[in-house]
């Protein structure tokens, strides 16, 4: 199995940093043990294993996914992938990278910038792509390039009894067969191990340019940004960031944005094409009667810009360093998300809960973000009762209680009421793959 | 279950209809009854019943897949789509529509024009898009809008015991659990049927622009494309075809266009974006060496130009009334592609087999297609041949041997090829679904 002692550890202290996410709002229980597999045939061994004596198994990235996905709720083993980070193989010319699921995107990035291209996908914090494969996170790129899900062209996953498979290949798309690729993406962990991940890559664009809108509110950020959609503009980001989110980044980062709604924008391809765009986004921005307007080529004001919506959630979490986060992250169709972002704000206020709203819009998902203290049970109920009218409200105007979180064991009532249906389903390839339940039990159901 | 005897058929005309499919290459055997159900709750049903009684269930959009899909292989129910033809719902501000599975491509975008919005996914004939959905179609635009499956923001579908279940949503992106709308797309009828679909739609672009090409060889358009796709340029549509294809065109079409290896090209978009960019398609396709080269923003020559693209297939079988089409279908990565094509060609000469080589090679995606008569031994050996020689070229350098037609009866032993470790898994999925067999028996396994 694990062939060096060294790369397994039993002490509280490692135990404890694989017992509970980065935002801690899930109650965390410790691992038995952690595991740091080297190769996919210690991958398998210890999986086939875990199999045989019925013991539990929770793949760990970077632990940032935030409803709880790593908690191993009934003990066993964490598995670490820290070891398992080689990009193996990089193919410039087919747009496409084999990497090992440890490896993170921004190494990743970081390697593939000498060839001129780039894996767009940004949650904004680091991750690893396993772990981003496995909620199909998405984040600010979304809006151009899709999730994590349509990045990845195939894989190699070890099912529950040790049974390595091989899905989707190196091709651009594929009607062979079941596409279970895209069953194990967004699976957290509960169907199948990655050992290995095939994934698109993009041309780094000629040009990326950079913007910030300044708006008087919410809803009228939200309708200028479906506007430029609806123009057929297609922004490689479109953000977000309410007045108390700026508030939160201004005293964590000493800027000095101006403390209202505002999108943070860009457009990246061809100069040519980019400096037309830009004009067109310029126009829709002041006709929905946008205050300030900037924007501009120069990177370091992009790197300052994007830097500040990345330490959002970490710079709200600061304001009140004694609580937890907590998020919602309903998706809705765009027409609807003007009406939602302020019914979102509305609710918040109606409980005098203090928050922030920020989000993907170009997509129509957007998090409602509070700090609470769950230990005490006032605000641990205010906060799930919001939690509940913001999904609720998602749900009866066709949208998604999670845009890219996934359910883990935060919104798994929610997949319930969106899918209820559908859930027995679920369950029944649950229970095809694994049917002593060892992989990451407790989450999604 | 059938309310209305109308809408129920066992007459042998209509049987035999729908006990093959449009190539005939397929050995048909003809369905018991075919029935027309006209709403969610005869299709319910109808399902619930047959599962009872164990009878196979066969859906039939228009009956144009090419790999056997529609055939009865044991009798039963055809289920045919014509009266599930509405369009439900065009939601314009969220880019999507809902609709029933009997509605062809050309119907919904018929429609949607009046809203400037459009359905790009193009397989050349029209389709049902239930059954573009249950086969994963591409065709010439999946170079920039990828293929159906990308398209379903969600689903409502019958299962095999008849339980009705909802996936997706109208939102465009969701981490909610298991993704059943991705297993389902592609499932070619034999995991659920599709009863509703929920599709995104697009702004249609400002401009169109098309574009002809002519090389002295096949190796040269590939690498011409390839070089298009390296300097990020994105064209809306491009396509290859060979001199047997423009010959049989020219033939068919009374068209006069140079006997010679042929990249057909869109660009679409804002007008000075394509402006622009045609002058960089220019310059590539000049550097590698293509003598005619000519381009217009003329719709009237565009409408031609894919006219005669989307006629190739039909043009080549007019070529030999008396025999059947075949045809290949691999998808590889984009650098293999030169060789691939090149690989293909080679084959056929080696047996002495005239055909077709065209495809939709942004994507890698290519088909060899040749006349043959199955039923003479002699012919039928050869075309298994160079299929299976064309399809382990593909698997060998990570391709696959369906990029967009699907397994249904002709390609099942290259699924094993491809992907023997997975098919077990697949087939528990179909076990959990459809424990008695009665969706689509006897395809893709
Ligand atoms: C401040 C902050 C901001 C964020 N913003 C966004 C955002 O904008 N968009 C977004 O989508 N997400 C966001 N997230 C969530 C998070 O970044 C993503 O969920 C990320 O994908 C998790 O990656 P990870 O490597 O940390 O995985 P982990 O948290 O370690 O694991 C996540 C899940 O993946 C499973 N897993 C890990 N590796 C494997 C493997 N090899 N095989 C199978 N399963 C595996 C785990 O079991 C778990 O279920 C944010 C998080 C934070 C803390
Ligand atoms: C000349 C020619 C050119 C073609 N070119 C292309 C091309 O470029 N790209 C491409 O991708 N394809 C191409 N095709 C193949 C074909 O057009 C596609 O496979 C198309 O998607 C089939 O649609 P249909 O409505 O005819 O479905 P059918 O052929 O009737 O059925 C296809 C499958 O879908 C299932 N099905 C139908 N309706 C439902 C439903 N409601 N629920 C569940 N399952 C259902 C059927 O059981 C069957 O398995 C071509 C075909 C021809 C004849």
Same mark, same amino acid.
């Given at each position: 199995m694990i062939r060096d002692p060294k790369r397994l550890s039993t002490s509280e202290a490692i135990r404890q940093q694989h017992g509970r996410d980065l935002t801690s709002y899930h109650a965390g229980r410790f691992p038995d043990v952690v595991l740091y597999p080297k190769d996919k045939e210690e991958l398998r061994e210890i999986i086939a294993y875990a199999n045989r004596i019925g013991c539990p198994i929770v793949p760990f990235g970077l632990g940032t996914s935030v409803e709880g996905q790593v908690v191993p709720v009934q003990g066993g083993i964490s598995l670490n992938f820290t070891h398992m980070n080689r990009i193996l193989e990089i193919r410039a010319d087919d747009f496409a990278v084999r990497v090992e699921p440890g490896v993170t995107r921004m190494q990743l990035n970081r390697e593939l910038k000498k060839y001129g291209l780039y894996f767009p996908i940004d949650p904004g914090v680091d991750a690893t792509l396993g772990g981003m494969a496995a909620t199909n996170a998405s984040g600010? *790129?979304?809006?151009?390039?899709? $999730?994590?899900?349509?990045?990845?062209?195939?894989? &190699?996953?070890?099912?529950?009894?040790? =049974?390595? %498979? +091989?899905?989707?290949?190196?091709?651009? #798309?594929? =009607? !062979?067969?079941?596409?279970?690729?895209?069953?194990?993406?967004? $699976?957290?962990?509960?169907?199948?191990?990655?050992?290995?991940?095939?994934? @698109?890559?993009?041309?780094?664009?000629?040009?990326?340019?950079?913007?910030?809108?300044?708006?008087?509110?919410?809803?009228?950020?939200?309708? !200028?940004?479906?506007?430029?959609?609806? @123009?057929?503009?297609?922004?490689? #980001?479109?953000?977000?960031?309410?007045?108390?989110? %700026?508030?939160?980044?201004? $005293?964590?980062?000493?800027?000095?944005?101006? &403390?209202?709604?505002?999108?943070?924008?860009?457009?990246?391809?061809?100069? $040519? !094409?980019?400096?037309?765009?830009?004009? +067109?986004?310029?126009?829709?921005?002041?006709?929905?009667?946008?205050?300030?307007?900037?924007?501009?080529?120069? &990177? *370091?004001f992009g790197e300052q810009l994007w830097d500040a919506r990345r330490h959002a959630a970490l710079a709200i979490a600061a304001l009140a360093p004694e609580k937890k986060l907590m998020t919602t992250d309903v998706c809705v169709p765009l027409s609807v998300l003007p009406e939602a972002v302020s019914f979102a704000r509305e609710v918040m206020q109606a409980e005098d809960l203090q928050g922030a709203i920020l989000g993907h819009i170009g997509d129509g998902n957007y998090h409602a973000v509070f700090p609470i203290d769950p230990s005490v049970p006032e605000e641990a109920a205010k906060a799930a009762k919001v939690n509940e009218r913001i999904v609720r409200f998602a749900l009866e105007r066709g949208g998604t209680c999670s845009g890219e979180h996934g359910i883990g064991l935060g919104k798994k009532q929610y997949l319930t009421e969106e899918h209820g249906d559908a859930v027995p389903w679920m369950k029944k390839i649950k229970e095809a793959f694994d049917p002593n339940h060892i992989l990451n039990p407790g989450k999604i159901f």
């Open positions: 600010c *790129s979304a809006v151009r390039y899709g $999730s994590t899900r349509e990045q990845i062209l195939g894989m &190699e996953a070890i099912l529950a009894d040790g =049974s390595p %498979i +091989r899905t989707g290949s190196l091709a651009k #798309k594929s =009607s !062979a067969g079941y596409n279970l690729t895209q069953l194990l993406a967004g $699976s957290e962990g509960t169907l199948a191990v990655f050992a290995e991940l095939t994934l @698109r890559v993009y041309g780094l664009p000629e040009t990326f340019l950079y913007a910030k809108a300044v708006f008087p509110d919410l809803q009228q950020a939200c309708k !200028a940004a479906n506007r430029m959609l609806y @123009r057929s503009i297609q922004p490689s #980001k479109i953000e977000l960031v309410d007045a108390y989110t %700026i508030q939160a980044i201004n $005293s964590y980062k000493q800027t000095k944005y101006e &403390e209202k709604p505002t999108l943070f924008l860009e457009l990246s391809g061809w100069k $040519s !094409a980019v400096t037309a765009e830009v004009e +067109r986004v310029k126009e829709i921005i002041q006709e929905e009667g946008a205050g300030a307007w900037s924007h501009t080529f120069d &990177e *370091s």
